[in-house]
């Protein structure tokens, strides 16, 4: 049988150059803090036009790959997790924006927080466990205030996902803390909605301190149902 036609795009100048910078760096060729060759460099050495360089180091500059300041030449810098999760802000944003948008970034903030309780009943340590109570009796005292109740909130989440010390999980966090706050700040107006944040907040933290995976999970379930239905409510109120 004939085999069927497969047509390879071709990519642009500037996809092929990235390409090469990309792989020079991986091979740390160029390790983070190096500059990049000049501008003018690099079009003499890769005979590509002023544009087409660029516009690879702009893409390179998204990726989190390298950084551009003033006329400065290009300086490598080391991936984070940040820079990862920071390059879906734009796509968040727009998926939120979507029908049944806020919706599907509810269920996956609760597929990965009950998942982080349960870790965290399963292994964390004495020191991680202080400071998770640390982060409740900061939440508990700053109940009717407003602000400081949202940021010692977020705080109580932030160490849950600190307790498998991977850093995917805390630029996760931090990213759909950022994507929901208009879920945080609108659920937070239902009347009683802090204090029953706190509470479900003490189970938690009881239940992992009681090192009940199956628990700590199901706690957690209940208190991101609940703050979702106190955002739907007062949504609809609205």
């Not at 990726?63 to 920071?86: H, K, N």
């Amino acid at each position: 049988m004939p085999i069927p036609q497969e047509v390879i795009p071709r990519r642009k100048l500037y996809e092929e150059l990235v390409s090469r910078i990309e792989g020079r760096i991986q091979r740390a060729e160029y390790r983070p803090g190096d500059q990049l060759p000049s501008e003018r460099e690099l079009m003499e050495t890769y005979g590509v036009g002023r544009t087409s360089v660029r516009e690879a180091l702009f893409a390179l500059q998204k990726m989190g790959l390298v950084t551009i300041s003033g006329g400065a030449r290009a300086r490598v810098r080391a991936p984070t997790a940040q820079s990862l999760i920071s390059e879906l802000s734009g796509v968040a944003r727009h998926l939120l924006s979507q029908p049944g948008g806020i919706e599907h970034f509810q269920q996956a903030r609760m597929l990965m927080e009950v998942a982080l309780a349960r870790h965290a009943a399963e292994h964390a340590t004495k020191g991680q466990l202080a400071k998770l109570a640390s982060a409740l009796e900061r939440n508990r005292s700053a109940i009717g205030n407003e602000k400081e109740f949202e940021r010692s909130d977020v705080a109580f989440h932030y160490v849950l996902a600190e307790i498998p010390q991977n850093p995917i999980f805390t630029a996760l966090h931090e990213a759909i803390a950022q994507w929901l706050l208009e879920q945080r700040e609108t659920s937070i107006r239902a009347r009683g909605s802090a204090q029953a944040a706190c509470r479900a907040h003490e189970r938690i933290y009881a239940a992992i301190a009681a090192r009940d995976p199956d628990l700590a999970e199901k706690r957690m379930r209940e208190h991101l149902t609940q703050v979702q239905r106190y955002y739907w409510q007062v949504r609809r109120s609205t």
